[in-house]
């Protein structure tokens, strides 16, 4: 398949020319649906993204199946878990699904290896990349540790807005519910009154949100 010539253009400001034609020939090319699981908790990494389009939530499950949202990779990001497994020849402890249809490359395990040693650029983005992913784990952290749910929720969904751009949020209560780490209930009484306040609007599936929020 004719890789996209979008590619350039998403990853030019971060790599050179001859490791951008390096990835072009050695990364594979993958297309996929909305809510696609991707990869598992406990499933061995072997290869890694490079997002040209769309979005990918990554999380964490506990032993009863709650989930905890942790962070999203978008356009010109790759997974810094992906990235630490694999780099430390562990397997998977994070689940990974798409938000949307998604675009992106997968680097082969050989391959990030490979380019590590031979690009100083690979190296750098590599490892921005896992320090970045650490400082979004840690704010994740002290959310569930030190923030109230209400202030949660609406950081939540600003940022959901943020990725989409669009204040029109394609969410149900039980999903912002599952990224949270709480219960539906909770987040409905919550959404309630914030449309009580004015903050946004509620609609089967979907939140619009308003300047006041």
Request: aromatic residues 6%.
């Amino acid at each position: 398949m004719e890789r996209p010539s979008t590619f350039k253009n998403v990853f030019a400001h971060k790599f050179e020319p001859a490791l951008l034609a390096e990835l072009e020939s050695r990364s594979i090319l993958m297309n996929v649906s909305s809510g696609e699981t991707l990869l598992k908790i406990g499933k061995p990494v072997t290869g890694v993204p490079l997002m040209l389009n769309g979005t990918i939530k990554v999380s964490r499950e506990n032993d009863e199946g709650q989930e905890l949202l942790l962070y999203y990779i978008t356009s010109g990001e790759t997974c810094p878990m992906t990235l630490t497994c694999f780099m430390t020849s562990q397997l998977s402890s994070v689940t990974a699904s798409t938000e949307e249809d998604s675009s992106f490359w997968v680097v082969p395990g050989n391959v990030v290896e490979e380019l590590f040693v031979s690009h100083p650029a690979w190296k750098k983005f590599v490892m921005n990349t896992i320090l970045d992913g650490l400082t979004q784990i840690i704010k994740s952290v002290d959310d569930v540790a030190f923030k109230k749910m209400d202030d949660r929720l609406i950081a939540y969904m600003k940022q959901r807005s943020n990725i989409t751009g669009s204040s029109l949020i394609n969410v149900s209560h039980q999903q912002i519910a599952d990224d949270l780490g709480t219960n539906r209930v909770v987040i409905s009484r919550l959404l309630k009154k914030l449309e009580t306040d004015k903050k946004l609007l509620l609609y089967r599936n979907q939140i619009k949100l308003l300047k006041d929020l």
